[in-house]
């Protein structure tokens, strides 16, 4: 299917995060078919949808006379047949995180679906791929959103074992025409990408938290004046090229882990910036200029937080 035929998609679950998604959609040209048994929810959807557009207006990211057209292309309903029968290149579920809810969905999307609608979900932490058991298993893909999904850029775009390559790709293309940023995983793994990082950092402040180690506001504070800095500039991966792979492999030595991937990027003499060439390729550029570009950015980075009071709580 090519992508300029993507015209019409259907998100089933209107709350927390469906009714952002049908609002992204639509804020893109798409018709969207928005379904929820819940008829107040449904209501409650379109009015943060207004909401929401209008602070987008606010901000002028959208022209104030489209706020109305967008809405008009959200199509609510309570009745998930009615919302399938003009036609869905796309369905996406976000129903409540109940394995058999969803698997009963799925198995009435692939019933009332012609055989090309790409049927996805955007569960955070179910295995879709081994509780939904369709006929054609090649049209289910996961595309996770992050909270809110009118505003967070990144999608996570995740196959089951046997997820088609071209439901992949039409996906993460769709997504693309969204504005948005998909990341496509070549696997399911628990998490995606996001989760599991976010899983690990969950279980240290809930250490902190209840050892007494720092207050809420000290964790907070010291990840913002720290981390908060650096990650949007280099990542959780080149900020490794950073600190030098040599030490976070003698780090890691040390607390009796021993990692394959450092041992062969160490004994590569791929060490990080300082050698043009860690777990990124810095091209034969040399350290300083490498890191002169990089503390540019920390630079108007630190400068942006100060400037809108982020070191300070919400
Ligand atoms: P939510 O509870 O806010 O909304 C779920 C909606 O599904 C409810 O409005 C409910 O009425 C509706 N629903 C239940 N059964 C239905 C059915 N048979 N047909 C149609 N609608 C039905 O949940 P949420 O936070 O939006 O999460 C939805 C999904 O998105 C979950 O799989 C969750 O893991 C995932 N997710 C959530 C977040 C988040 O931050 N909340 C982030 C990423 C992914």
Do not use: C
Not at 179 to 184: A, L, S
Not at 280 to 301: A, F, P, T, V
């Amino acid at each position: 299917m090519e992508m300029k035929d993507a015209k019409r998609v259907v998100v089933v679950g209107a709350g927390t995060m469906g009714h952002g998604i049908a609002q992204v959609f639509a804020q893109g040209g798409l018709e969207v078919g928005l379904v929820d048994t819940d008829p107040e929810i449904l209501d409650h959807a379109l009015r943060k949808a207004a909401s929401s557009l209008e602070l987008l207006a606010e901000h002028g990211m959208l022209p104030e006379e489209e706020v109305d057209l967008v809405l008009q292309r959200i199509h609510p309903t309570t009745n998930l047949e009615e919302a399938l029968r003009p036609g869905a290149d796309f369905v996406i579920e976000a129903v409540f995180e109940v394995p058999d809810l969803k698997r009963e969905i799925f198995e009435k999307l692939e019933s009332l679906t012609p055989a090309d609608t790409i049927l996805a979900s955007n569960t955070s932490s179910l295995d879709i791929f081994g509780i939904v058991r369709l006929k054609d298993p090649r049209r289910l893909v996961v595309a996770h959103w992050f909270a809110p999904p009118q505003i967070i850029p990144l999608v996570e775009v995740v196959p089951g074992p046997l997820t088609s390559p071209d439901a992949v790709k039409f996906t993460a293309s769709l997504l693309s025409r969204l504005g948005k940023r998909p990341v496509v995983m070549s696997q399911f793994v628990p998490g995606f990408i996001v989760n599991r990082i976010q899983f690990a950092i969950i279980q240290a402040v809930l250490e902190m938290l209840e050892k007494g180690w720092a207050t809420p506001e000290e964790i907070d504070l010291a990840v913002k004046t720290s981390l908060g800095v650096r990650l949007p500039v280099v990542g959780v991966v080149q900020s490794l090229d950073f600190t030098g792979l040599r030490l976070v492999r003698d780090i890691e030595l040390a607390a009796g882990r021993k990692s394959a991937f450092l041992e062969t990027k160490v004994s590569q003499g791929h060490l990080g910036a300082s050698t043009s060439r860690g777990i990124y390729d810095y091209g034969g550029r040399s350290e300083q200029e490498i890191l002169r570009k990089r503390d540019r950015l920390y630079l108007q980075m630190l400068r942006h937080l100060e400037t809108i009071k982020a070191f300070e709580p919400v």
